[in-house]
């Protein structure tokens, strides 16, 4: 294809910068020269139009509602994967052969465990302690017991990591959740697939044997797959960010962890069904909507809108539907917090407000119904979203430390402060 370039003109000095093409999706400028070029920055706060990198992980189409892994629709990995094989996808860039998922599956189960002095970490908390501060604080203390697996120049080393990141995240939320309600911590049993040994380990006991109900057990490990990479959102930004300046993964996967924290990224799940159980019922839902239009008010609808899907989140589609199968075994058809989301779906729907912004339910509008019908408290939300993230992270972070163009990241500013000037004396101020 022949080089396409874009020229800008500044001060009258007209500067030509690459545009190069990727195999599907929007076309990027180059700009890596422009400032050696024309003494100025690009300003762009909330990365709206920039691309921070080059990537083969996961495409979205935002406004076809478009997810693929690896070129895979979600809707596919959703239907005939499971979490595992998502995982391989992510990491390595093709489905398993049956002989390499057995492997994956053994080498990911021969690492649940952490280390028993790790449990010392949790004690240090209160058992009211948000567990999203607990998964912080763990998952970052995590190098200091792997040492050897922190060199990120050694690809053994990096793979080992990312296994065990992958492998011991379910153990450590398990624990976080145990702590937080009192009830003695659960090993995982390596006779168990990833989602029923997390559900396990969440909810057995001591006192009686633990069945793991398999149509539960499916809708946790299709929400894992929801919830595995995408693209370059704030968190994923976050650990490439991190792992740019060569800190070591565990280290890089707790600061995807703080970001993913806030309400606006992963903590909308908890907030959303904070906002539906507040709204209460149906007869409700107009007084909220209307404080969701209204500029002078903060409040937004939580669990609507997203940066990149100006269609139906394909994601949500799915959850939906997961909601619908855990709530009938569950005999909780009836939930009044499912009858306040769907009314509230087909109002804002429907509401020219939110036709014109193109907000449309995300991921985590149906994600908190499914998983308070699934035993979790609100608090354990984004320690799930968490959970099933650190793939993504994790590949991502592989990605980048592979890039041959990769450096540190360091973005410039528009300064608008003080120009330069003389301290004045305290007896003169
Ligand atoms: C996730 O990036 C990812 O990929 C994230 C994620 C992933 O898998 O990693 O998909 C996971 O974080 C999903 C998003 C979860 N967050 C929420 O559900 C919180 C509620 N949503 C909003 O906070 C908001 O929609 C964002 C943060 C998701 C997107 O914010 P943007 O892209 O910066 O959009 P914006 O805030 O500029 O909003 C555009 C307009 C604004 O109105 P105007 O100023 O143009 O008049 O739409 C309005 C906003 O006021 N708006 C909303 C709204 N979301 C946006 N109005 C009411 N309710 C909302 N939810």
Known sequence: MANKSAVITVDGKQVEMNVRSGSIGPEVIDIGSLYKNT????????????ASCESKITY???????????????????EHGDFLEVCYLLLYGELPTAAQKKDFDHRVTMHTMVHEQMSRFFTGFRRDAHPMAVMCGTVGALSAFYHDSTDITDPHQRMVASLRMIAKMPTIAA?????????PFVYPKNDLDYASNFLRMCFAVPC??????PVLARAMDRIFILHADHEQNASTSTVRLAGSSGANPFACIAAGIACLWGPAH????????????????????PEYVAKAKDKNDPFRLMGFG???????????????????????????????????????????????YFIEKKLYPNIDFYSGITLKALGFP???????????????WIAQWNEMI??????????????TGEPQRDYVPTSKR
């Open 39 to 50: 003494g100025t920055f690009t300003y762009d706060p909330g990365f709206t139009s920039t």
């Open 60 to 78: 979205i189409d935002g406004d076809e509602g478009v997810l693929l892994h690896r070129g895979y629709p979600i809707e596919q990995l959703a």
């Open 175 to 183: 624990m976080a959740y145990k702590y937080h309600i009192g009830q």
């Open 208 to 213: 009686e044997e633990y069945v793991v109900n």
């Open 266 to 285: 992963g903590g909308a799940n908890e907030a959303a069904l904070n906002m539906l159980a507040e709204i209460g019922s149906v007869d409700r839902i």
């Open 306 to 352: 997203h940066r990149v899907y100006k269609n139906y989140d394909p994601r949500a589609k799915i959850m939906q539907k997961t909601t619908h199968e855990v709530l009938g075994e569950l005999g909780h058809r009836d939930d009044p917090l499912l009858e306040v989301a769907m009314e509230l779906e087909r109002i804002a729907l429907t509401d020219e």
């Open 378 to 392: 609100t608090t354990m939300f984004t320690v799930l979203f968490a959970l099933a993230r650190t793939v993504g």
């Open 402 to 415: 592979e890039d041959p163009q990769q450096r540190i990241g360091r973005p410039r500013q528009l300064y």
